[in-house]
């Protein structure tokens, strides 16, 4: 009996660590992509437009994240099957404004682009360290990890197309790193899916 109490004691604990982490990193999130839509519009960049909708799809997937904290295995399946589909919703938003950016070319300012990805690289990186210790509790926070890790790319990959953009005087590093983002977020919404109709296949076939 004491066993039992104390089994069930751990996992409200880890339930209470995973809310207080999630609610914080949804915050940082949340607030983030506010700022970089608007400095996306400012910059005129298709990367930190991508940027931004990553943090917005980041939000998102905590705030879903915290609803299914103290639920079942199958329940946390369908909220990340969710949030692979919205890490996929993403991808073809930014593949839309590249496309947009090809037919009507134009030349970020490679300035905003560059600050505003080191301001969101130091906000992902936060995140990132205060969902390391969570990343292989379950399916639910490891698909949270997997948003966060991919930020931290994200971010560097913007900072990169700002130097290019100032070094070559043209707006096309901007489309090609965007179009490396758009890569990662599909292979991203790839695996968090294919996670989920895993965990999700027993208890179907049950």
């Known amino acids: 009996m004491s066993g039992c109490c104390d089994n069930d004691s751990a996992a409200n604990q880890l339930r209470e660590n995973q809310r207080g982490t999630l609610i914080a990193v949804l915050a940082i999130n949340a607030t983030m992509f506010f700022v970089m839509v608007i400095a996306a519009q400012f910059a005129k960049s298709t990367a930190l437009f991508a940027d931004s909708l990553d943090n917005f799809g980041d939000a998102m997937t905590y705030a879903l994240s915290l609803m299914v904290?103290?639920?079942?295995?199958?329940?946390?399946?369908?909220?990340?099957?969710?949030?692979?589909?919205?890490?996929?919703?993403?991808?073809?938003?930014?593949?839309?404004?590249?496309?947009?950016?090809?037919?009507?070319?134009?030349?970020?300012?490679?300035?905003?682009?560059?600050?505003?990805?080191?301001?969101a690289l130091v906000a992902n990186a936060l995140c990132l360290g205060l969902l390391w210790r969570h990343r292989n509790e379950d399916i639910n926070m490891s698909s949270v990890w997997e948003c966060s890790r991919n930020d931290i790319a994200t971010n560097i990959?913007?900072?990169?197309?700002?130097?290019?953009?100032?070094?070559?005087?043209?707006?096309?590093?901007?489309?090609?790193?965007?179009?490396?983002?758009?890569?990662?977020?599909?292979?991203?919404?790839?695996?968090?899916?294919?996670?989920?109709?895993?965990e999700l296949q027993p208890a179907t076939e049950a």
């Open 69 to 119: 904290i103290a639920s079942g295995i199958r329940a946390k399946a369908k909220v990340a099957l969710f949030k692979g589909c919205l890490i996929l919703l993403a991808g073809l938003v930014v593949l839309s404004q590249i496309g947009y950016k090809l037919l009507f070319p134009e030349t970020p300012i490679f300035e905003l682009m560059g600050f505003f990805s080191l301001v």
């Open 157 to 198: 990959s913007v900072f990169v197309a700002a130097g290019a953009v100032w070094f070559f005087e043209a707006g096309w590093p901007d489309v090609i790193v965007a179009s490396a983002l758009v890569i990662l977020l599909l292979q991203s919404s790839a695996r968090v899916i294919s996670s989920a109709i895993k």
